[in-house]
């Protein structure tokens, strides 16, 4: 590979990285917060890109007829994410990879006060929280709102799940609502779901781990579009 088709392949690699990082594709990669290091990576790599062709045409200059060192041919392989991030567009993770991860739901240190409302809107790993860890009582009467997508376990069972990140899809992991009460007859896995309804105390065993999955009586349920950032608690 000559300095000239190194510096291609690096305008290029940092190109889609701009590109993915100013719109909303980077949220099925990483985090939200990181969005502004998946910026300034693809900044660095169209810098180095023009750096690289600068000294390229120097070199051309000072030694036109000079022995030129050609990097080794694996360089080429930098070409394969940028294909990947240009040709291919993965989904969010979905109820496949629901079904075989244990639920993520840890105790917080502290459940701020319920806002006014009803019904509430809460983050569905929020709601998890309260009604397996919340001995206060704040769900007690509350009606909520949740959102989340929906998977179907071995035996039947309808959750709604969100996929957690500690730092990028790689890592990420579901927390999981059982369903009861007026769940809809059909229920398209995958598919995203705005359920109302009130906490039931009743918990079940994620077969997977072994850990606390609450169930929501629902009273309503209403199919939704799939969220800007399907990896935040929170819809925006």
């Known amino acids: 590979m ?3 088709a190194q510096a291609a392949v690096l305008f290029l690699l940092g190109a889609v990285l701009l590109r993915t990082g100013a719109g909303d594709t980077s949220l099925r990669y990483v985090k939200e917060a990181l969005r502004p290091l998946l910026l300034a990576s693809g900044a660095v790599l ?5 750096a690289t062709a600068w ?4 070199q051309r200059r000072a030694a036109p007829h000079g022995t030129a060192h050609p990097a080794p041919r694996v360089s080429w392989l930098l070409l394969l994410p940028v294909l990947a991030l240009v040709l291919v567009a993965p989904p969010a993770l979905g109820s496949y990879s629901a079904l075989r991860a244990g639920t993520a739901l840890q105790r917080p240190p502290a459940f701020a006060p319920l806002p006014p409302g009803d019904p509430v809107p809460l983050g569905l790993a929020d709601y998890a929280a309260r009604a397996v860890y919340d001995d206060t ?4 009467g509350r009606r909520v709102r949740v959102t989340g997508f929906v998977a179907l376990g071995g035996d039947g069972t309808p959750y709604l799940v969100r996929m957690t990140l500690d730092c990028c899809a790689a890592d990420a992991q579901p927390v999981k ?3 009861t009460g007026r769940v809809p007859p059909v229920l398209d896995p995958d598919g995203w779901l705005e359920v109302t309804g009130t906490a039931t105390g009743r918990r079940a065993r994620d077969p997977v781990n072994g850990r606390p999955v609450p169930y929501l009586d629902v009273e309503r349920a209403r199919p939704v579009p799939a969220p800007r950032n399907p ?3 929170r819809d925006r």
């Open 231 to 233: 990896y935040a608690d």
């Open 46 to 50: 169209v810098a180095t890109a023009g």
């Open 137 to 140: 009582g704040s769900l007690d």
């Open 177 to 179: 609502v059982a369903l």
């Open 55 to 58: 000294y390229a045409h120097r």
């Open 2 to 4: 000559s300095r000239a």
